[in-house]
Structure formats: structure tokens, C-alpha cells
């Protein structure tokens, strides 16, 4: 069976520009979340989402915005790109029912110059 | 919030020895993951442990929920078992995970 998959798995971008990364969730799986992982620390949560609507938001500014679509893969939007922004991007899908625990893709790594 | 301090920071073992890495949490908690994260990036799941023990090949990990602490012991350890290992909790079920600050583990031959 396909785990979770993300793309793209390496972006550059320039200061200012906007990014938007993608996930699809393992089969079956209805609740898809985001995380973002800088260099040296644990992963930090994002957005959660269930059944297309948003079940948890993080500490994150406004400019990070995600929706989950009707075949439960998602998207992850980035406007406005600051250095800082500079991550390793995590998506991780859950089966929601029965079991809460999350698998994680591969990662974005996203560059910003 | 949940805090999640996870113990030691760092780890270097010989091939063959065993170690404990511990993971205490601040308040109870319906869901609890150990991951290793390899050089990649890839989280890699060992347990989803919200309490109870299990066992897995040389990795066993036990939670403790009513004192607030999970353990991962790792036996017999490889050089492939190099690489940093968290330990994520959510507060409620199918809420997002908390992570701690992870163990980097260095295993040499």
C-alpha cells in the first residue's frame, strides 16, 4: 500500500513569493494535518483537517492557509514568503476513526532566499 | 499546553549496547507516538502507545499515562538505528501531536 505522499519534495523560492505544497493521505484515510519542522527542533503543528474542514489550527500568522479536498488529499499555501519560512514541511494522514495515530510523508523542503 | 520534555538530548552508543530514552509529558494525553526520523527527514513510526507496553523486534516502549512518562528501549542497537527519535503526544484523541525536542542517537562500530 502507498503511504503518504507529498510534492514537491524540494521548492526554492524568493522572498515575498507565494508556495503552495501537496499531500495526498493513505488510502482510506480521512484526516490529513500539517506540520513544520525547522532545522534542529521537533516538528510544529499547522492545520488539521477532517472530512474537508478544519479541525485544528496552530500558532502560525495568516499568511499559512491549507483546504482539504472531496478525495481527502490537501493542500498547504504559503503567502508572502519570509526567511523564516525556510522548513522541512510535513503532512501526516490519519484514519480519524478507530485510530488517531498519524503517518507521516516524506516532507517539503522548502528554501527561501 | 502539553509540555513534552524528552531525556537524554544526546546518545552515542557502541554497536551492541542498549539504551533507554524517556519522554515525560505534562498532562494526560489520549494519544502518544515515538518516531525516528531518519538523515531524510522521513518520520518513521515505532509505536502509538497512549499506554500499556509493546514490542517490536529489538524496540519495546512502555507509557506510564497515569504518571506521565513513556520509555523507548532500544536493545542490541545497530548503526542503522542512528538518527533522532521523538516522542509526540496529542491531548485529545485525534488532535494535533506535540512534539518533544527529540534524542539524537549516534551508534558506532
Known amino acids: 500500500d502507498a503511504g503518504v505522499t507529498q510534492s514537491p519534495t524540494h521548492l526554492i523560492k524568493t522572498r515575498g513569493q507565494h508556495v503552495t505544497l501537496r499531500c495526498s493521505p493513505i488510502?482510506?484515510?480521512?484526516?490529513v494535518s500539517w506540520y513544520q519542522q525547522v532545522l534542529g527542533q521537533g516538528p510544529q503543528f499547522i492545520f488539521q483537517?477532517?472530512?474537508?474542514?478544519?479541525?485544528g489550527r496552530g500558532n502560525f500568522p495568516d499568511r499559512f492557509s491549507a483546504r482539504q479536498f472531496p478525495n481527502y488529499s490537501s493542500e498547504l499555501n504559503v503567502n508572502a514568503l519570509l526567511l523564516g519560512d525556510s522548513a522541512l514541511y510535513l503532512c501526516?494522514?490519519?484514519?480519524?476513526?478507530?485510530?488517531?495515530?498519524?503517518?507521516f510523508g516524506p516532507g517539503t523542503r522548502l528554501t527561501v532566499t | 499546553g502539553i509540555q513534552v520534555e524528552q531525556s537524554p538530548p544526546d546518545l552515542i552508543l557502541q554497536e551492541g549496547a542498549n539504551s533507554t530514552l524517556r519522554c515525560n509529558f505534562s498532562?494526560?494525553?489520549?494519544?502518544l507516538q515515538w518516531f525516528h526520523q531518519n538523515p531524510w527527514g522521513q518520520l518513521i513510526n515505532l509505536f502509538y502507545?497512549?499506554?500499556g507496553t509493546k514490542q517490536n523486534g529489538r524496540l519495546s516502549a512502555t507509557t506510564v499515562a497515569t504518571e506521565r512518562y513513556s520509555l523507548l528501549y532500544i536493545s542490541s542497537s545497530q548503526t542503522t538505528d542512528s538518527g533522532v527519535y521523538f516522542c509526540?503526544?496529542?491531548?485529545?484523541?485525534?488532535?494535533?501531536?506535540?512534539f518533544g525536542k527529540g534524542t539524537t542517537l549516534s551508534v558506532s562500530s
Open positions: 501526516a494522514s490519519s484514519p480519524w476513526t478507530g485510530s488517531f495515530e498519524q503517518y
Open positions: 502507545i497512549p499506554s
Open positions: 498532562d494526560s494525553v489520549n494519544n
Open positions: 488510502s482510506g484515510h480521512k484526516s
Open positions: 509526540a503526544v496529542g491531548h485529545q484523541a485525534g488532535t494535533a501531536l506535540i
Open positions: 483537517y477532517y472530512e474537508k474542514e478544519e479541525r
